[in-house]
Each structure stands twice: as C-alpha cells, then as structure tokens.
C-alpha cells in the first residue's frame, strides 16, 4: 500500500513546485500597456517640437516591470535596431534611436481600412477653397508611395482619425503644426494637423509654401521623424512639397517595423 501511495504523494509535490515556478513566472511577466492616450508630440514646420503632456502608466504592476524586458522582447527590439541600421542610408529613421524616447510610432495596422480624415473648412478671413485641394494633395503625396496607409474624408470630426484645420498665424516663428497622440505601444491614435495662412509677422504664405508645410504635417501626423537633409520634406524648415526619394522609403520602411519602445532595458531576472 506504502508504494502505491508514493508516486501520488511524488507526483502532487512536483505539481506545487511546477505551480509555484508559474506564479513567479506570471508575476513577473510586465503587464500589457493599456491604450490609453499617453502623450502628445507636436511636430512644427519649423524645426522645433514641443511634447506636452503626461505619460499615462496603466497600473502599477505595468510601471514595476519597465526596468527589465523579457528576452523576446529584447530581440524583437534589436531586430527592429538592425533594419533602421541596415537603412540609415536611405531613410532617416536612425534618429529614432537618438531621440529621448526612442519609440516607433506609427498607425497601427488596419487591415486595408483607410485613415478618416476630416478637413475644417474655413476659419480665417483669407481662407478659400482652393486649400482644401493643398491638404488632398498632401495626402495623395503620401498615399502614393506605397507606404500601404490610404485617407478617406469624412465630415464629423469626433469620427475622424485626423483632423486639418486652418489657423490666420501661430504668432511664432512656424507655419505648421502637428499634435499627435499614441499609446504606451507606439500605436498612434489621433492627430490634429494646424496649418497658418500666414506668418508670424502677418505676411501671407504663397501656395507652394503652404502646401510644402500641409505635406511635411501630414508626415508627422503619419509618425515620421524630422530628416537632417535640407533635400526632404520632412526636414525641420521644409523648403519643397514633392517627396524625396528617402522621404518615401522612410514612409515605407516605417509601416514595416512594428511600433513601440527601441530600447534595451536588460534582460528579467
């Protein structure tokens, strides 16, 4: 009888030891972020970006774990790192990794479903309709290049994914700006695109400059860093409104890589 007991007893400790090694396991895997809208980037036409904003932690059990990320998390990240590095030349999205953050942001993945965007018309005194036809060839810019995002306007804009509007002057040295808003995941949720008429100094913009300025916002309001060459839209004070061929390689590349954090915070213990 003694030994018919022994295997059960053998077998319910090795059950515990297997259910405690879970738990530990469990409670120190991180918590998902939650998507909640965290923060806000505003990339402005000339050179200078302003976050504003908190970031949102979901819980605290989410907040504990950021000092350490699980191993296939580490190498997702460093194999996100290899292919920006592998792209330097022909994309400026390095400057991701150097940024305080190092976050891939982009829309998520939306199964062909186009990106809503509503476009204010309106506003100021020297608005006319022919700057409605700027802002859709800014988007028709960026849906060409294959990058795999497509727009489709609508009229409410509390459906809207993005949101245009026309403003007289911001009263600073800009013409644009852009407030984007993501989750913890990198996954961008809204944006908010603002397009000045004139400048700060009340001269009004010819429409090359303004259309230079909606196609730059619209790369920010798509995730796209700034570039360092004058040669890009997407550089600081854009100076063109037809995109480079790295503009468009950077789009593209960009909507390959999966969004979120870049950084190495070391392995769980």
């Known amino acids: 009888m003694r030994f018919a007991v022994l295997p059960v007893v053998t077998f319910g400790l090795f059950a515990m030891v297997i259910a405690d090694r879970l738990s530990h396991a469990l409670a120190a895997t991180p918590v998902p972020a ?7 980037r505003r990339g402005t036409a000339d050179g200078s970006e302003f976050p504003t904003g908190t970031h949102t932690e979901p819980n605290s059990a989410a907040k504990g774990s950021t000092s350490h990320t699980p191993t296939i998390d580490r190498l997702a990240r460093l194999a996100v790192r290899q292919q920006i590095s592998r792209e330097a030349g022909r994309t400026y999205l390095d400057s991701l990794i150097g940024i305080t953050d190092s976050l891939v942001r982009r829309w998520p993945d939306r199964g062909g479903v186009p990106l809503k965007v509503s476009l204010i018309e309106g506003g100021p005194s020297d608005y006319h309709p022919r700057m409605a036809r700027l802002v859709n060839d800014a988007l028709d810019s960026w849906q060409n290049t294959g990058m795999g995002v ?7 804009t509390a459906e809207a994914d993005i949101v245009v ?19 913890q ?4 949720r809204k944006a908010v695109i603002s397009l000045a008429l004139r400048t700060n100094a009340g001269f009004p913009l010819p429409d090359p400059a303004l259309l230079a300025v909606a196609v730059h916002e619209t790369g920010h309001a798509l995730g796209l860093p700034h570039s360092p060459d004058s040669n890009d839209v997407m550089y600081p ?3 063109t409104g037809v995109l480079s061929q790295r503009d468009r390689r950077t789009a593209q590349v ?3 890589l999966q969004p ?3 950084r190495d915070t070391g392995t769980s213990p």
Do not use: C
């Open 34 to 40: 939650a998507e909640l809208a965290g923060e806000t």
């Open 150 to 156: 497509r727009f489709d306007a609508v009229s409410d």
């Open 165 to 183: 509007r026309w403003i007289d002057n911001f009263g600073l040295n800009r013409a644009g700006q852009t407030d984007l808003t993501w989750d």
């Open 185 to 188: 995941a990198g996954r961008v």
């Open 237 to 239: 004070a854009t100076r």
């Open 254 to 256: 960009l909507y390959q």
């Open 260 to 262: 979120g954090p870049l």
